[in-house]
């Protein structure tokens, strides 16, 4: 055991700055939710709960309020004050103020120049008040045990099992066990710390001291804590009452749910525990499906019909899914209601209302079977599946004359949210459907649409995202996209199919045909589509590079365009990744594809907990060997669908 310092800790110096990444994503500079939103995590889990300085003669004894409360001994207290740290490069602040009343309720409010939050709850109601927005969540009913924010035990439900913050719930456990007291001191023998002459105490980079009675101030790292705490609280005010504001009724266990599962998911993105960093690698099967490790990779092989399909999906990836599904609706979600005002299972609902109408059957049916096997709502994994759609990464296609031996090379750069943990759900799909075409989809656990895709004749799709949030009367991109491998034998059946469905937003594409040697760059609108042909010049790409496709933007389609002429008529597949490096990549560098579409072969590079994608190893793919090894499906009817 390593002290009570260390604990309080709580490996802060990386804690902080993954806090602020996970919502400052800089694929989406509007988005700048701040590390703010994370001190939600510090507060309910006590990391940041002061103690109260009664003139300590040690450090154990300043210490043992704060012990008591971390422990759960202190049924009601009162603390405010201010955190300030490094945010897009500047110390910025944080005012902070937390009151407990008794075992169910509390009040939590965050304020910072851009953003506010208030949590009110109380036994029978739960309030999450945005004051910079004027509007207010009410929520009202019963909560399930697992999902509730009562105060009691709390970090129990807020730290996951996954997580390398479990050292904290051990923490309290040996805090509430027994004499705090004579429990500090026992921690601190073995603790290096030392008083100067002034009291502060110093151990490691952190330093602690007692200024005042009832405040405590910590500077650990660039991050610096001030707070006050009393042990008297004065009455709580009402939960259901916000003058001048508008309020929102939810259900009290959707609310609590996406507070509490999104920070439960956030301790796994911001310290994930060994189960995450390595992963347990050994294959799984079920009835229609297997998954498989290649290069610490995970790839799952599907065949048979939609109902098959999914349940073999949710069946073999059942953790992952909940990871991604966590990730965007609750941990991600979160965030974006702080930033909009608006709740984000509702935004993603009224998407799905209206893209719903463009989506096959036959991927329903998937998507309702998936749910089934992973014991969801079907709603749930419906609005996951159009998530890309509500938010606005680089890629190219050369050949002929520009490679080494005149192979097409197809590559795709995703450029996206890296800081939400997707990557805990990457998955390599290799798909036989029952009475379409087999393909290659490169994504997540609990998504069945694409962003990037190779199906077994030889076509290769990417997509680059742009604006128009909310032109949602259309098929969704990833839906389009998966209707392509599923569909498409030419590229010429490629374009047709973009240029006669209703489409959504806006997009970029690189679409390709191994069979050929053809590619073409796609920018598509709800109003227009335009092709763009290699060597062809353009007044957003700049002047045409022979037998070349090239789509990026700002400077990185500069070193783009600079890396492709620079070795042109040398690319083979070493150079062809290398062409997706940084900085042509971004920091958030989620995943790199490499095609080579007549071969039936493709190189999938997966960002990690603490690399981009482009910084990672690529594992090979052949999907012809793979695909050759699942059986073959009898058709059906419902699999023309």
């Not at 266990?253 to 690698?281: F, N, Y």
């Not at 190893?617 to 699999?639: F, G, H, N, Q, W």
Request: glycine share 8%; net charge negative.
């Amino acid at each position: 055991m390593q002290g009570i310092v260390s604990l309080a800790r709580l490996q802060l110096p990386g804690l902080l700055p993954r806090a602020a990444e996970i919502f400052t994503d800089r694929k989406m500079p509007t988005m700048k939710i701040h590390r703010f939103v994370l001190t939600l995590l510090f507060v309910f889990v006590g990391t940041i709960v002061p103690a109260r300085a009664e003139k300590p003669v040690d450090l154990a004894g300043g210490l043992k309020p704060l012990a008591s409360i971390l422990a759960g001994r202190e049924a009601k207290f009162d603390l405010s004050g201010k955190v300030e740290m490094p945010i897009d490069g500047k110390a910025q602040a944080i005012d902070i103020s937390m009151v407990r009343y008794d075992a169910e309720s509390f009040d939590l409010v965050l304020s910072h120049p851009e953003y506010a939050l208030t949590i009110r709850r109380r036994e029978d109601v739960t309030a999450l008040a945005l004051p910079k927005h004027g509007t207010v969540f009410l929520g009202e009913g019963e909560v399930a045990s697992e999902d509730s924010l009562s105060p009691v035990a709390i970090a129990d439900r807020l730290i996951s099992d996954h997580s390398k913050l479990t050292q904290l719930r051990f923490g309290l456990g040996i805090l509430g066990a027994g004499d705090i007291e004579a429990t500090l001191r026992g921690l601190l023998a073995n603790a290096k710390v030392q008083q100067d002459a002034a009291g502060t105490f110093t151990a490691g980079g952190a330093k602690i001291s007692f200024p005042a009675d009832q405040t405590i101030d910590a500077k650990i790292d660039g991050v610096h804590v001030s707070l006050t705490t009393k042990m008297e609280v004065s009455a709580a005010p009402s939960a259901t009452e916000w003058p001048g504001m508008k309020v929102t009724d939810l259900p009290r266990g959707e609310l609590e749910r996406t507070l509490l599962r999104g920070v439960r998911r956030a301790t796994e993105i911001l310290q994930p525990g060994d189960s995450l960093t390595k992963p347990s690698m050994k294959p799984r099967s079920t009835n229609n499906g297997e998954l498989k490790w290649v290069d610490g990779q995970r790839v799952a092989v599907l065949w048979g019909t939609p109902e098959q399909i999914g349940m073999a999906h949710g069946e073999l990836l059942p953790e992952e899914s909940r990871r991604c599904i966590e990730s965007v609706l609750y941990s991600f979600g979160t965030a974006n209601v702080v930033r909009t005002g608006r709740w984000f299972r509702h935004d993603l609902e009224d998407a799905y209302a209206r893209l719903s109408p463009h989506i096959p059957d036959r991927h329903k049916r998937e998507t309702q079977a998936l749910a089934a096997s992973l014991g969801l709502e079907p709603e749930i994994v419906e609005v996951l599946n159009v998530f890309p759609e509500l938010f606005h990464c680089s890629g190219f296609a050369v050949f002929g004359s520009a490679t080494k031996d005149g192979k097409l090379y197809h590559g795709r750069v995703l450029d996206y949210m890296t800081t939400i943990g997707l990557q805990d759900a990457a998955t390599t799909f290799i798909v036989r459907p029952q009475g379409q075409i087999a393909f290659a989809n490169v994504g997540y656990a609990a998504f069945i649409g694409s962003v990037s895709g190779m199906n077994a004749e030889g076509i290769s799709l990417g997509e680059m995202g742009g604006r128009g949030e909310g032109k949602w009367d259309g098929a969704p991109m990833a839906t389009l996209m998966r209707r392509a491998l599923e569909e498409c034998h030419t590229l010429a059946e490629v374009q047709q199919l973009w240029t006669e469905s209703p489409r959504t937003c806006e997009y970029y594409y690189v679409f390709a045909d191994g069979k050929t040697n053809e590619a073409v760059g796609v920018s598509a609108t709800p109003e227009a589509i335009e092709f763009i042909k290699p060597g062809q010049s353009h007044e957003r790409l700049g002047e045409g590079i022979k037998d070349a496709v090239v789509l990026s933007a700002g400077s990185r389609l500069e070193e783009l365009r600079r890396r492709v002429t620079e070795k042109h008529g040398q690319f083979d597949v070493e150079l062809s990744q290398w062409l997706m490096s940084r900085p042509v990549a971004m920091e958030s560098n989620l995943h790199n594809v490499l095609f080579v579409p007549a071969d039936g072969v493709l190189y999938v590079a997966n960002a990690s907990h603490t690399k981009p994608a482009a910084d990672t190893a690529y594992m090979k793919i052949d999907l012809k060997k793979v695909l050759s090894e699942i059986p073959e499906a009898p058709p059906t009817r419902a699999a023309a669908k």
